[in-house]
């Protein structure tokens, strides 16, 4: 009966090896020379401010949204690619409008500057 859990254990114990391995080397091997631009905090590339209620410049928050809109319609390429063969000439031609309409609304934001950064 616990023969049949084997297998399971085995890949437990080389999981957590594996991911706990390169953890372990690199504070055994990795050279400690912290500096005051090593230890500084770092947000969102400007120093670190003293006021939580500080306002962001609204640019970050547009990068940030484009970023997830662009990629999670990216991330339907995937499961389209994978059953392409059964879907056949219609899913094809549906996903090439898919496509289409993300490329214009890729090349309206950069004609809009919204990918600029000044």
């Known amino acids: ?3 049949n859990y084997f297998p399971i254990l085995l890949f437990l114990i080389l999981g957590i090896f594996f991911g ?3 953890l372990v080397m690199g504070m055994m091997m990795a ?3 912290p500096d005051a631009a090593k230890l500084s ?3 969102c590339g400007f120093e670190a ?3 939580s209620r500080m ?3 609204v640019r970050f928050y547009l990068v940030a949204i484009l970023f997830i809109i662009f990629d999670l319609e990216i991330a339907f390429l995937f499961p389209w690619a994978v059953v392409l063969n ?5 899913g094809f031609i549906a996903m090439v409008i898919f496509l289409g ?4 609304g890729f090349i309206y934001e950069w004609k809009k500057g919204a990918l600029e950064w000044e």
Do not use: A, S, W
């Not at 059964?86 to 219609?90: N, T, Y």
């Not at 309409?101 to 214009?104: A, E, P, S, W």
């Open 1 to 3: 009966m616990l023969e």
């Open 20 to 22: 706990l391995m390169p």
């Open 31 to 33: 050279p400690n020379r």
């Open 41 to 43: 905090p770092y947000e």
């Open 49 to 51: 401010f003293e006021d």
């Open 55 to 57: 306002k962001f410049d």
């Open 86 to 90: 059964e879907i056949g000439m219609f």
């Open 101 to 104: 309409i993300l490329v214009i």
